[in-house]
């Protein structure tokens, strides 16, 4: 994708737009500062444009632009069926094995065409790693389940230090240190999703998917797992489906509210609004927005 | 009351009319069935008793450890050989089969695919003594090597066909999480998919060995002319085996020869029974340790 422009400024429709000039200073001043290197222009991660998805006749998502930015949290809230997830997936090619999955318009992935024809799934992936809703470790030792990646991508230096580190990354360290070698199967449920995020992050990708990751876990793992999020961030880019408002609000800088859409006839889910997560929750434009974070609806 | 309609709520809560005949038919299907599956047993039962009364005779440490007229050492050696050669070569393709129906092919590949392999269970196995005859020992010469390659078509569709059921088990969240680390496909198979269904998989090659160990029909056209006199496992000549030695020893006419089919048949039931028992027990344990 040479043609691609940093300096370029797509400006999507109404209300989305009015939005984000209103939220643009904020992350380009946090990019400069965490990154440095990169003066003025906050850098987009992905930009998605016009992105529709289908499964066989089904429309599942229309029209979603939106541009998610290094090492800040993004969260993608709405309603059960809105898209949230498929946009998720479709932003490391997971949807590639659904059988019937078509997608239109474009992810640029650090400006590159993350679907065009060259671009291998096994390498998006590596680059871009996911934790899923439900926690699903290997049926391995825990040790296993951090090495086997790295084992397999030719990470086989320092193996230990990597593993640790991975741990530790995950808050999961000082809990599973003298067991390294039990089966992952024996953790809890908020121990196995932060095993997962481990995993993830073993082999230091450079955005972090997760799919309600908190979502099988009770208050207390929750509250883990956002702390944890807390600290990866800067690290990592991470973009977050969540169904809980008040996780999104805590955890994520930017937030973008998804929503079933009937005006085209069949109802399919589209992004309604994307700001930084103070106006969303505060100042919503839409009134979609508004009646979903006032929980008037949903 | 005609049908249809609703009763009167007032009248006893006893069966009434159609009511008392659907009852009967349904006591009458429950019998039929419990009996059914008495039946099974107790075929089972009279068979594997019948074996043990007359087997038990003739079993003893020289019977079972020398060569004829003594003893069968040398056709449990010839089986030994003939269903590891078999199971070598169907073991193999059994499991790549499995993984292309689960990890490879889509929906339009695998179907035809598993009814070929459906089918090719339901084969009669003088038929494929017949193919292998044809092909591997006529103007050539017996060899256990043929036997094997005949028993190895018929472990295909049940190592593969049971490989299958055991990987559609392994729930499609390992895949994802595999596929989600950026690891190849293949390595994520070699390394994820194939270990967590290696009980199941080895479950089913025993009880295709099992099955495969009393297959007589391709024996007789493959391993049928041997000399029964001492130990070999050469499996470029034709090599003792205990189904086709059942058959002739009971077709003798002598008393101690039929003493003796019986016994053989004794070792065979229970190495088989054994080998099942194990096998089953295997499965559960794996499949006890995907649920959690």
Known sequence: MNGYDWTERREPAAPSSRVRIQSEPLPGAAAADSNGHRSVTPEAVFDAQDVSVFYGRKKALTGVSLRIRRGQITALIGPSGCGKTTFLRSLNRMNDSVPSFRIEGQVLYHGHDMYAGNVDRVEVRRRIGMVFQKPNPFPKSIY??????PRNLGLKHGLDERVEQALRGAALWDEVKDRLKDSALGLSGGQQQRLCIARAIAIEPDVLLLDEPASALDPIATASIEELMHSLKGRFTIVIVTHNMQQAARVADHTAFFSLDAATGEPSGTLVEFADTETIFAHPVDPRTRDYVSGRFG | MSSGAIPDPSAPLTPSGNLRRRQIFSKATEYGATTAAILAIVVLGIVVYTVVARGAKALNLDFVFTAAPTGIGPELLGTGVIVLVATAIAMPLGVLIALFLTEYAGNRAAGPIRHTLDLMNGL?????????????????????????????????????????????????????????????????????????????????????VARAAGETAPLIFASSVFDASRFSINPLEALPNVPVTIYTLSEEGNPEGFTQAWGLSLLLVSLILLASLGARALLARSKRKMAS
């Not at chain 2, 494929?128 to 190895?152: C, E, N, T, Y």
């Not at chain 2, 295909?156 to 595999?178: D, F």
């Open chain 1, 144 to 149: 296993d389940n951090i090495a086997w990646a």
């Open chain 2, 124 to 208: 009669p196995s003088i038929i494929i003594g017949l193919f292998i005859f044809g092909l591997l020992v006529d103007h050539k010469q017996q060899s256990g090597l043929a036997a094997a390659v005949a028993l190895a078509i018929i472990e295909l569709p049940l190592i593969a066909r049971g490989s299958q059921e055991i990987l559609l088990l392994v729930p499609n969240s390992m895949r994802e999480a595999a596929d989600a680390l950026g690891v190849a496909r293949w390595r994520s198979v070699l390394g994820v998919i194939l270990p967590s269904a290696l009980g199941g998989i080895v479950t089913s090659t025993v009880l295709a």
